[in-house]
C-alpha cells in the first residue's frame, strides 16, 4: 500500500537539499498542527511537537538528514492513524451522544408535553375544586339555616307537645266530670222494687233473722238490687228511701221484719199470730239512708210471713239524690 504522506508529497522522494528539507519540515509540522487543530489537544500531540528535531543549516547534518527525516515521517503517519482512530471513535462517540441527546431532547418533549396536560389537568382540578368548594359553602349556608329552621321546628313541636299534654290532661278533667256527670245521672235513674215468691203462694218462716229473698223483681233500674241474695248495693254516694212490707196469713206464731245496714239493724215491724177473729193482718215500714259507695242493704224475717199471687210482701227503695 502506497505511503498517503508520499502521495501527498511525491516531490520529497528525491533527496531534497538542506533548505528544501528544512522547508519540507515547516510545511508538515504545519500541517500537523492544523490536523491537531481539528482534534481534541492531547499531550502525546504536543510531545511530539516538542520532540521533533530543529534542523540546522550546514553542510555537517546533510548526511543525517535523510535518516532523521524519515523518522519524523513514520512519527508523524503513527500520530495521524492515531488521530484518525481517534476521530471515529470520537465521530462514533458523536454519533451515540447525538442519538442519546435526541432520546432525551423527545423524552423532554414528552415530558414538557405532559407537563402541559398535567397543567390543563391541574387547572380543571383547580376550578373543578373551587366550584365544589363554593357548591360547598353554599350547602354548608343552607345546612346553617335548615338546622336553624329544624330548631325553630323543634322548639314549636315541644312546645305543641307540652300544649297537647295540656290539653290531653284538661280533656281527662273533663272526662272525668262528663263521666261522673253521667255516672251521676245514670245512678240517679235508680230504683227496685220485688215481692217474695216468684210462683204460687206460702208462708216463709225463720226462728232467727235471716235476709229474705225476694225472687219476684218488678223493677231494677240500674241492676243493683241482686235477686239471688236479697242485698241491695249502693253504687253512689248519697240519700236512699227503703219501704217493705209483710204479709200474716194461716199461721200459729207471728213475725217480726227489719231493715239492715250492713248488717246492723235500722228499722223494725211486726205482729203477733193470726186467729180465727183475725185471720190475716199486714205490716211495713221504711227509712231513709244516707249511704256510701259499697254500703249493702237488705230484709231479715224472724218468724214467718206469706205472700201468693198477689204479692203481698214487698221490698222497695230508691235513690232520693247524690252527695
Given at each position: ?73 513514520h512519527d508523524i503517519w503513527a500520530e495521524l492513524r492515531k488521530l484518525r482512530d481517534m476521530s471515529v471513535e470520537q465521530k462514533v462517540e458523536l454519533r451515540h451522544l447525538l442519538a442519546r441527546v435526541t432520546a432525551a431532547e423527545s423524552l423532554v418533549e414528552a415530558l414538557q408535553k405532559e407537563n402541559r396536560d398535567m397543567e390543563v389537568r391541574m387547572s380543571a382540578a383547580e376550578s ?196
Amino acid at each position: 500500500m502506497a505511503n498517503p504522506v508520499h502521495n501527498c508529497f511525491p516531490q520529497m522522494e528525491r533527496k531534497p537539499s538542506t533548505g528544501h528539507v528544512k522547508m519540507k519540515m515547516k510545511t508538515l509540522l504545519v500541517f500537523s498542527l492544523i490536523l491537531m487543530s481539528c482534534c481534541p489537544c492531547r499531550t502525546q500531540k504536543k510531545d511530539i511537537l516538542l520532540q521533533a528535531p530543529y534542523v540546522e543549516s550546514g553542510e555537517d547534518t546533510a548526511e543525517t538528514e535523510g535518516g532523521e527525516e524519515e523518522r519524523i515521517f513514520h512519527d508523524i503517519w503513527a500520530e495521524l492513524r492515531k488521530l484518525r482512530d481517534m476521530s471515529v471513535e470520537q465521530k462514533v462517540e458523536l454519533r451515540h451522544l447525538l442519538a442519546r441527546v435526541t432520546a432525551a431532547e423527545s423524552l423532554v418533549e414528552a415530558l414538557q408535553k405532559e407537563n402541559r396536560d398535567m397543567e390543563v389537568r391541574m387547572s380543571a382540578a383547580e376550578s373543578l375544586a373551587e366550584g365544589l368548594q363554593m357548591e360547598s359553602d353554599a350547602q354548608s349556608t343552607e345546612l346553617a339555616v335548615a338546622q336553624q329552621m329544624l330548631s325553630t321546628l323543634q322548639q314549636r313541636l315541644t312546645d305543641s307537645e307540652r300544649h297537647i299534654e295540656e290539653l290531653e290532661k284538661q280533656q281527662e278533667g273533663q272526662k272525668a266530670i262528663v263521666q261522673e256527670v253521667q255516672d251521676t245521672n245514670r245512678v240517679r235513674k235508680l230504683a227496685f222494687s220485688a215481692s217474695l215468691l216468684a210462683s204460687g203462694e206460702g208462708n216463709t218462716s225463720s226462728e232467727e233473722f235471716v235476709p229474705l229473698i225476694y225472687r219476684n223483681v218488678f223493677t231494677n233500674t240500674g241492676n243493683h238490687y241482686n235477686s239471688n241474695t236479697g242485698y241491695f248495693t249502693a253504687p253512689v254516694r248519697g240519700v236512699y228511701y227503703f219501704r217493705f212490707t209483710g204479709h200474716l196469713a194461716d199461721t200459729d206464731r207471728g213475725t217480726r221484719m227489719r231493715i239492715v245496714k250492713n248488717g246492723h239493724a235500722m228499722v223494725f215491724t211486726g205482729d203477733r199470730l193470726t186467729t180465727s177473729a183475725d185471720a190475716e193482718d199486714s205490716i211495713s215500714n221504711g227509712v231513709v239512708l244516707q249511704l256510701e259507695v259499697g254500703d249493702v242493704v237488705s230484709v231479715q224475717i224472724s218468724g214467718d210471713v206469706w205472700d201468693d199471687q198477689y204479692h203481698r210482701t214487698t221490698f222497695s227503695g230508691f235513690l232520693l239524690f247524690p252527695l
